[in-house]
């Protein structure tokens, strides 16, 4: 019960950098939507979703050992933004470049820090790998090129004009496949995020 308390803290964390990050970076765009609704702060209170933080991680955590959801989303105001053509793309992909930061920092960490054999140890070493862990999948599957996920934006702004109808078909159906992926695709991200996890931290 401890680990999963400590799992679920974890990715409270986590989701918070992520949208923190959004917000910062708009804010350093021009748009301070984020800082005036009191988003840029690291208390993941202020970011908290019943459902998204703390019911689903739960669930999962407790049934399944894999910890995965969601935060409030930071507000932002793409009218506001210096950028007006990459500009919302930057505040997108900050979410994800954030969790992949964090899961290089504490990669490294474990793979050059050696913490001793004790039982302490060990458990610095879970925690540590569970962060990686995490904040990978974080990455990976917000990169994801549909809507509402930050990769959209990211893919929206390099759509070129010519293929108009493939934005508006996602903007339109994005949700639905989205949750088509989240059911029956989701497994798949497993290799590639284990891929990045020992690329990082070894072994």
Request: proline letters at 5%.
């Amino acid at each position: 019960m401890i680990d999963s308390i400590v799992q679920i803290l974890i990715l409270l964390f986590s989701i918070t950098i992520h949208e923190v990050s959004h917000g910062q970076v708009a804010n350093f765009l021009g748009d301070d939507t984020a800082k005036r609704a009191g988003r840029l702060t690291l208390n993941p209170l202020k970011h908290l979703d019943l459902v998204g933080s703390v019911i689903v991680p739960a669930f999962l955590i407790l049934t399944t050992g894999v910890g995965f959801g969601w935060a409030k989303p930071v507000p932002v105001n793409p009218a506001n933004l210096k950028d007006k053509k990459y500009g919302f793309a930057k505040v997108s992909v900050a979410g994800p470049l954030a969790n992949l930061f964090v899961a290089l920092f504490f990669g490294l960490l474990l793979r050059f820090w050696f913490l001793g054999e004790s039982l302490l140890a060990q458990k610095m070493m879970f925690i540590f790998g569970f962060i990686v862990y995490v904040n990978l999948t974080l990455a990976v599957f917000n990169l994801i090129p549909l809507p509402p996920l930050d990769g959209s934006h990211l893919f929206f702004a390099l759509l070129p004009s010519s293929l108009e109808g493939v934005r508006f078909f996602l903007w339109r159906y994005g949700f639905f496949l989205l949750l088509f992926f989240v059911f029956f695709l989701f497994r798949y991200l497993d290799p590639l995020i284990s891929f990045f996890f020992r690329l990082i931290v070894g072994g």
